[in-house]
């Protein structure tokens, strides 16, 4: 969940002295540093070995490493499984590296965004609010049980499972499924 109260505490203990910033949450059994760049600790997560290929393939490695700041929607292994049977692996084939490169910059906002900051923005805005990406996609954030969700442009809901992520380079939400452009 977002706002259990040790979290709350530690992000206003963050706010208040830096030297005594929460750590980040373990992610596919690793690790995270707030040191490391978004691929440097992507790499390292088991739950996101078919993610950092997909990454890598579009050559969007590079990118990511960059100094952002990035906000990533990171799918897991198991929300690229849900996807039709063969579809990552015709997405990572060399001729299909521009709608693999759509669909997984359709994952990143050029902002550093954390939960709070965006149910702050639902909250704001009547429940809903639009996520512009740097894909060109836009999806609608809402919450629901405390936990940030995005419907993308096919009626398909990624539930953030793993929020504020810090890294170098700008912030990562893991989530349980992939979400797609509007066709």
């Not at 292994?77 to 060399?94: H, M, R, S, W, Y």
């Not at 940030?148 to 953030?160: F, R, S, Y």
Request: proline content about 5%.
């Amino acid at each position: 969940m977002f706002f259990k109260p040790t979290a709350i505490a530690l992000t206003l203990t963050a706010f208040a002295a830096p030297a005594l910033a929460a750590e980040n949450p373990m992610v596919g059994g690793a690790a995270m540093y707030d040191t490391k760049n978004i691929v440097e600790n992507a790499v390292n997560s088991a739950d996101h070995t078919t993610l950092v290929a997909a990454v890598q393939a579009a050559g969007l490695a590079e990118t990511l490493s960059g100094e952002g700041p990035f906000t990533v929607f990171a799918p897991t292994n198991e929300a690229f499984a849900k996807l039709p049977a063969g579809t990552v692996e015709n997405l990572l084939k060399p001729e299909n590296k521009e709608m693999l490169t759509k669909i997984l910059t359709c994952h990143v906002v050029a902002a550093n965004a954390s939960a709070e900051a965006i149910m702050g923005m639902i909250a704001d805005e009547g429940g809903k609010h639009p996520v512009k990406t740097v894909g060109g996609c836009e999806f609608t954030a809402t919450s629901k049980d405390g936990k940030v969700m995005l419907e993308d442009g096919q009626g398909n809901i990624a539930t953030v499972t793993i929020a504020d992520v810090n890294q170098s380079n700008g912030v990562i939400h893991v989530i349980d499924t992939v979400l797609l452009p509007k066709m």
